[in-house]
């Protein structure tokens, strides 16, 4: 049976945007996993591996000097693959949500995937700058970086949704956000809470095993010294993998938010379905 199209350009409340983006993930599941094995399948398991590699040694180093290079080089690739995968990853879901939006039928995967890697760079340079902006407004008052927090990631949507540069697409998140600063603030944290909470499920095994070995490798730390800890790798591994793929139905959400706010100042999503029904009877 054919699942029914979700109407994306619509106002919505916290519960929806949250309720709605899981509903989305599910009702695309197969269109989102040819993506994913298509566009993101290398980097997330270069990203998982080197999470495992990551968990297996340093954790259980207890030499007096020991030799951190691996591990520096370790969290240096890490850190690499995982701005790799992010900013591929926004590119293609968010592309797929606007072909989706615009209520293309039958969704063309490669045309996404060359979309969501055109646009790769440009999110990254947008987090560049986004970065720069809070830490300053952070660096003045505390207030001013959380303030300007909010339309910068409103931006980042629109600079997807809208093929925006990245001046242009800072200055439609303010423009989306003015006069829906508090709702939007506090969707987003809503939003944030939800997603954190599941996130720290998955981690949750991660913590205890930690603190478990922590007190058993104590005890024995010249027979553990210089290990592998192969339970920390899996376990690991397991929580990232999960992690890394709950972030796609955030940024889902992300992007209802954006639709949420562009249905409240323009009611775009409403125009479309009036023009649709005046096409149908005729």
């Given at each position: 049976?054919?699942?029914?199209?979700?109407?994306?350009?619509?106002?919505?409340?916290?519960?929806?945007?949250?309720?709605?983006?899981?509903?989305?993930?599910?009702?695309?599941?197969?269109?989102?996993?040819?993506?994913?094995?298509?566009?993101?399948?290398?980097?997330?398991?270069?990203?998982?591996?080197?999470?495992?590699?990551?968990?297996?040694?340093?954790?259980?180093?207890?030499?007096?000097?020991?030799?951190?290079?691996?591990?520096?080089?370790?969290?240096?690739?890490?850190?690499?693959?995982?701005?790799?995968?992010?900013?591929?990853?926004?590119?293609?879901?968010?592309?797929?949500?606007?072909?989706?939006?615009?209520?293309?039928?039958?969704?063309?995967?490669?045309?996404?995937?060359?979309?969501?890697?055109n646009v790769a760079l440009s999110l990254l340079g947008y987090v560049v700058v986004m970065v720069i902006l809070v830490a300053l407004g952070m660096i003045l008052l505390i207030l001013?970086?959380?303030?300007?927090?909010?339309?910068?990631?409103?931006?980042?949507?629109?600079?997807?949704?809208?093929?925006?540069?990245?001046?242009?697409?800072?200055?439609?998140?303010?423009?989306?956000?003015?006069?829906?600063?508090?709702?939007?603030?506090?969707?987003?944290?809503?939003?944030?809470?939800?997603?954190?909470?599941?996130?720290?499920?998955?981690?949750?095994?991660?913590?205890?095993?930690?603190?478990?070995?922590?007190?058993?490798?104590?005890?024995?730390?010249?027979?553990?010294?210089?290990?592998?800890?192969?339970?920390?790798?899996?376990?690991?591994?397991?929580?990232?993998?999960?992690?890394?793929?709950?972030?796609?139905?955030?940024?889902?959400?992300?992007?209802?938010?954006?639709?949420?706010?562009?249905?409240?100042?323009?009611?775009?999503?409403?125009?479309?379905?009036?023009?649709?029904?005046?096409?149908?009877?005729?």
């Amino acid at each position: 049976m054919e699942n029914q199209h979700i109407q994306l350009k619509a106002e919505r409340s916290i519960s929806a945007i949250i309720s709605d983006s899981f509903k989305f993930a599910r009702s695309n599941f197969e269109a989102l996993k040819s993506l994913f094995i298509k566009g993101l399948l290398i980097p997330f398991i270069i990203l998982i591996l080197l999470s495992g590699i990551q968990a297996a040694y340093t954790p259980i180093n207890f030499s007096p000097d020991p030799d951190i290079t691996p591990f520096g080089l370790t969290y240096f690739l890490i850190m690499v693959a995982s701005v790799v995968y992010m900013v591929l990853m926004v590119g293609i879901v968010l592309n797929f949500v606007k072909a989706y939006a615009n209520n293309t039928r039958e969704i063309d995967q490669p045309t996404v995937i060359i979309q969501g890697r055109n646009v790769a760079l440009s999110l990254l340079g947008y987090v560049v700058v986004m970065v720069i902006l809070v830490a300053l407004g952070m660096i003045l008052l505390i207030l001013p970086g959380i303030f300007i927090y909010v339309p910068l990631i409103v931006g980042y949507v629109a600079l997807v949704m809208e093929n925006k540069s990245i001046k242009a697409a800072i200055s439609r998140g303010f423009q989306l956000v003015k006069g829906e600063w508090w709702v939007t603030f506090g969707t987003l944290l809503g939003v944030s809470i939800v997603f954190g909470i599941i996130s720290f499920a998955f981690q949750l095994p991660v913590f205890v095993y930690g603190m478990l070995r922590g007190f058993g490798v104590a005890e024995e730390v010249s027979a553990s010294a210089g290990g592998v800890d192969i339970v920390a790798a899996v376990l690991t591994m397991v929580s990232a993998a999960l992690t890394y793929l709950l972030y796609i139905v955030f940024i889902i959400a992300l992007a209802l938010i954006y639709f949420d706010l562009d249905e409240k100042k323009g009611s775009t999503g409403l125009l479309e379905q009036i023009k649709h029904l005046g096409k149908e009877e005729i």
